[in-house]
């Protein structure tokens, strides 16, 4: 099994590259583990404090199930991947079963963060795109699905998202094999990753 962790800060284009790597392999040989998924549990918090957290922090998610996740993937066994609802600000009660498959990636704006879980990982790749694009993509994307106005996602930009990704997410590109420069946009060296993957994946 080929274990492989991809980070990089949010609308950087992570999605764009597990999707081409994916679509590179063979049918039915990718599990994607989104970072996403693995928020906190917070049923024992009232409504407004749950929308007080602040899910760009290390600390809003829950490291240990998702390193017990991995490991139980890794080593064979399917795992109850939880789900989780960005309007209600919790896990639903609902889960994805996930069954082993020879290449499970960890995709997510911290997955590089947590030294256990990179110690599993047989590659880690870092989506880098600059802060403008990432801007622009998070509005898009917040406006359309998440129902936020356009001032609301450019003061939690500024007040959130950018503070986080300088503080917690940018430094763990040290950590990376590979860094994909353009994020989504770079199809030369997506496919050059793609190949080298292909090379790492029994067949």
């Given at each position: 099994?080929?274990?492989?962790?991809?980070?990089?800060?949010?609308?950087?284009?992570?999605?764009?590259?597990?999707?081409?790597i994916?679509?590179?392999?063979?049918?039915h040989?990718?599990?994607?583990?989104?970072?996403?998924?693995y928020?906190?549990?917070?049923?024992?918090?009232t409504e407004?404090e749950?929308?007080?957290?602040?899910f760009?922090?290390?600390?809003?998610?829950?490291?240990k199930?998702?390193?017990?996740?991995?490991?139980?993937?890794?080593?064979?066994?399917?795992?109850?991947?939880?789900?989780?609802?960005?309007?209600?600000?919790?896990?639903?009660p609902?889960?994805?079963?996930?069954?082993?498959?020879?290449?499970?990636?960890?995709?997510?704006?911290?997955?590089?963060?947590?030294?256990?879980?990179r110690?599993?990982?047989?590659?880690?790749?870092?989506?880098?795109?600059?802060?403008?694009?990432?801007?622009?993509r998070?509005?898009?994307?917040?406006?359309?699905?998440?129902?936020?106005?356009?001032?609301?996602?450019?003061?939690?930009?500024?007040?959130?998202?950018?503070?986080?990704?300088?503080q917690?997410?940018?430094?763990?590109?040290?950590?990376?094999?590979?860094?994909?420069?353009q994020?989504?946009?770079?199809?030369?060296g997506?496919?050059?990753l793609?190949?080298?993957?292909?090379?790492?994946?029994?067949?």
């Open positions: 099994m080929t274990i492989i962790g991809i980070a990089g800060g949010t609308g950087s284009g992570k999605t764009t590259v597990v999707r081409k994916s679509e590179a392999l063979p049918p040989y990718v599990a994607v583990i989104p970072l996403d998924s928020y906190n549990d917070t049923s024992h918090m407004e749950r929308h007080s957290i602040n760009d922090h290390p600390d809003a998610f829950d490291w199930l998702l390193h017990r996740h991995v490991n139980e993937l890794r080593h064979g066994n399917a795992v109850e991947q939880p789900t989780y609802s960005y309007l209600k600000c919790n896990r639903l609902e889960t994805i079963h996930v069954e082993p498959k020879p290449v499970i990636i960890i995709e997510g704006i911290m997955t590089l963060l947590n030294k256990k879980l110690d599993l990982m047989d590659l880690k790749i870092y989506v880098d795109t600059d802060s403008d694009e990432r801007l622009i998070n509005i898009r994307r917040d406006t359309v699905e998440r129902g936020r106005t356009v001032d609301m996602v450019v003061d939690r930009y500024l007040d959130v998202l950018k503070p986080m990704h300088e917690f997410i940018e430094p763990t590109k040290r950590f990376a094999d590979v860094i994909i420069p994020g989504g946009e770079n199809t030369k997506i496919n050059i793609c190949k080298y993957i292909e090379g790492l994946v029994p067949r």
